[in-house]
């Protein structure tokens, strides 16, 4: 896939928040398995798209910048 895109969804544009959830249960699925690389490309590409994530104990949250 190319760099904007994760898992097949590609993020060009304005990214939908159902886009989004889906994106973070792959992100979640990916650091499960140690995958810190694709969870690290996960981020950063949501980064690229205005998605800032909070993590914490409690799990991840997500906000538009």
Do not use: F
């Not at 886009?19 to 690389?37: H, M, T």
């Amino acid at each position: 896939y190319p760099d904007s895109c994760i898992m097949g969804v590609c993020v060009d544009g304005g990214v939908s928040n159902a886009e989004i959830e889906e994106l973070l249960a792959d992100r979640a699925q990916a650091r499960l398995y140690k995958a810190w690389a694709e969870s690290d490309r996960m981020r950063d590409v949501l980064a690229e798209h205005g998605i800032v994530l909070d993590v914490s104990k409690g799990g991840t949250a997500w906000r538009r910048s």
